[in-house]
């Protein structure tokens, strides 16, 4: 099915809103939905429309895999629990890391945690709720680059012959499909979400699983978690698209306290971009990276080597796996 594409700078915001309102009304019809929230703008906008829609009858969660950023279950929580919306939280983290146990390659690691989401855990919370459809976020650079092979989108399906009705047991509606990251910013501003949730920073599908090259251990997860959220503070004033910390695999050569120490290194990524097809990196001040390297490896025990992207995209990819 060939999508066509709504381009951010002719989009009516309000008109798209009223016209998906309808159409996941109609499509779920006296049934319910599920819709999975991470707190993102793709996810938070999806769970604004389907509750214009629904109502009652959409049941939102956040699903907590282990693999999200400091604090992010509870506060993305509060957040929609202030626009009156419940979010049932899960945990699923015992689930997750176990599905990606000793799983090294990149693309096997998505599609652990795409079987895992969609079989396991939303397989399970349908049965419990008897819900037979399921909102998601997908936008149309997911759909690309997953479809030409640049990476595996977690949440594309259908585009790549996957029907969710026959592998999961419900339907899967995407709402999004037809906008890229800037129009789906104007959708969610329009619908009366803060801006501290339509401006947000692009968080990968498979969360922190991403960001690590090698094994997912939840030792792994957690020291990119701590560098995330250094980044994150540090390039906080920095005018950008998106900021992150990649954990590499190998060992590097450290001194601390006089003695060789073999320790780990954290990779910092900085972009600006608009939809994220291509991207090039920002130029920080040098005292940001310098005090930003300083707190790498004074407050992240084994960090020994702090280094900076400057490949734009192409070749790179915002995300390093």
């Known amino acids: 099915m060939e999508i066509i594409e709504r381009p951010a700078?002719?989009?009516?915001?309000?008109k798209f809103i009223r016209e998906q309102v309808?159409?996941?009304?109609?499509?779920?019809?006296?049934?319910?939905?599920?819709?999975?929230?991470?707190g993102g703008v793709d996810s938070s906008a999806v769970t604004l429309l389907?509750?214009?829609a629904?109502?009652?009858?959409?049941?939102?969660?956040?699903?907590?895999?282990?693999?999200?950023r400091q604090d992010e279950p509870a506060a993305v929580a509060k957040r929609f629990e202030k626009l009156g919306i419940h979010v049932q939280v899960l945990d699923a983290r015992d689930t997750f890391f176990k599905a990606l146990k000793g799983i090294r390659d990149p693309e096997k690691k998505r599609e652990a945690i795409t079987q895992t989401f969609?079989?396991?855990?939303?397989?399970?919370?349908?049965?419990?709720?008897?819900a037979r459809f399921l909102l998601q976020g997908t936008i149309l650079t997911d759909?690309?680059?997953?479809v030409a092979g640049v990476k595996r989108q977690h949440n594309v399906l259908q585009q790549l012959g996957i029907d969710?009705?026959?592998a999961f047991g419900y339907a899967v509606i995407e709402p999004l499909l037809e906008l890229r990251k800037d129009g789906v910013r104007k959708v969610a501003k329009a619908l009366g979400l803060p801006k501290s949730v339509y401006q947000r920073m692009p968080f990968p599908g498979p969360a922190l699983a991403a960001r690590v090259v090698g094994a997912v251990t939840p030792e792994?997860?957690?020291?990119?978690?701590?560098?995330?959220?250094?980044?994150?503070?540090?390039?906080?004033s920095v005018k950008k698209f998106q900021c992150m910390a990649i954990l590499h695999e190998d060992q590097f050569t450290g001194l601390r306290e006089g003695k060789r120490e073999f320790g780990r290194q954290i990779e910092v990524r900085c972009w600006k971009s608009v939809d994220a097809r291509t991207a090039k990196p920002v130029w920080p001040a040098p005292g940001v990276l310098k005090k930003l390297a300083k707190r790498m490896t004074e407050e992240i025990p084994g960090v020994v080597s702090v280094t900076y992207n400057i490949a734009p995209k192409p070749p790179s990819t915002m995300e390093a796996v």
């Open 50 to 52: 389907g509750h214009k």
């Open 54 to 68: 629904l109502g009652k009858k959409l049941t939102t969660c956040f699903i907590d895999n282990g693999l999200m």
């Open 220 to 236: 792994n997860i957690e020291l990119v978690r701590k560098a995330t959220a250094i980044v994150e503070q540090e390039l906080e």
């Open 9 to 14: 700078n002719k989009l009516n915001a309000r």
């Open 22 to 38: 309808k159409a996941i009304a109609k499509a779920v019809g006296d049934g319910s939905a599920i819709t999975a929230l991470s």
């Open 143 to 146: 759909v690309e680059e997953t």
């Open 164 to 166: 969710p009705q026959e």
């Open 118 to 130: 969609y079989k396991k855990v939303f397989g399970s919370l349908v049965k419990e709720n008897g």
